[in-house]
T-cell receptor
Framework: DVKVTQSSRYLVKRTGEKVFLECVQDMDHENMFWYRQDPGLGLRLIYFSYDVKMKEKGDIPEGYSVSREKKERFSLILESASTNQTSMYLC?????????FGQGTRLTVV | KNEVEQSPQNLTAQEGEFITINCSYSVGISALHWLQQHPGGGIVSLFMLSSGKKKHGRLIATINIQEKHSSLHITASHPRDSAVYICADRNFGNEKLTFGTGTRLTIIP
């Protein structure tokens, strides 16, 4: 089975903290994505990566950065967490027309 | 800009009822996905369609490429089917998925 694993299910951080959300996939997929999910807005793309060390901005990249040093790992970084970044974060990887998702990280910034 | 619209946004039904959730998209696609999200957040891929119809157990997904429309049907619905159902499409030459806002389905025993 393909697995996309996110490091935490629930996370509580303070305003101003630097936050790392980790995503690992075990199927050698080239494409990986970070989304956030908010009520009424659905899933919105933050950043994606087509390969190691390659990254592209999605629709809402402000306040976020990413890192892809190894093919299997795609990290989302909140440089200075703010309360408006409280959300559900979902990682995904794709291969051909298949899409696989992590279990989500619910981040609360207080 | 590609847009994906789902209807209804919320659906409550009695156990055993036949359920239909609709998805419309605005530009040509290479694939359409139906996803299921249970409380707690994890998303599971149910179907990937590029044409025609697929069936898995009590779930059936259809797509009409000319009308840019897809439907997800659930036969003999059960309370464990209660979840948010999301459609997402991928355009030709583009790996990114565009998502609908989801349909919250509640099946009452």
């Amino acid at each position: 089975d393909v697995k996309v694993t996110q490091s935490s299910r629930y996370l509580v951080k303070r305003t101003g903290e630097k936050v790392f959300l980790e995503c690992v996939q075990d199927m050698d997929h080239e494409n990986m994505f970070w989304y956030r999910q908010d009520p009424g807005l659905g899933l919105r793309l933050i950043y994606f990566s087509y390969d190691v060390k390659m990254k592209e901005k999605g629709d809402i990249p402000e306040g976020y950065s990413v890192s892809r040093e190894k093919k299997e790992r795609f990290s989302l970084i909140l440089e200075s967490a703010s309360t408006n970044q409280t959300s559900m974060y979902l990682c995904a990887s794709t291969f051909n027309t298949e899409a696989f998702f992590g279990q989500g990280t619910r981040l609360t910034v207080v | 800009k590609n847009e994906v619209e789902q209807s209804p946004q919320n659906l409550t039904a009695q156990e055993g009822e036949f359920i239909t959730i609709n998805c419309s998209y605005s530009v040509g696609i290479s694939a359409l996905h139906w996803l299921q999200q249970h409380p707690g957040g994890g998303i599971v891929s149910l179907f990937m369609l590029s044409s025609g119809k697929k069936k898995h157990g009590r779930l059936i997904a259809t797509i009409n490429i000319q009308e840019k429309h897809s439907s997800l049907h659930i036969t003999a619905s059960h309370p464990r089917d209660s979840a948010v159902y999301i459609c997402a499409d991928r355009n030709f030459g583009n790996e990114k998925l565009t998502f609908g806002t989801g349909t919250r389905l509640t099946i009452i025993p």
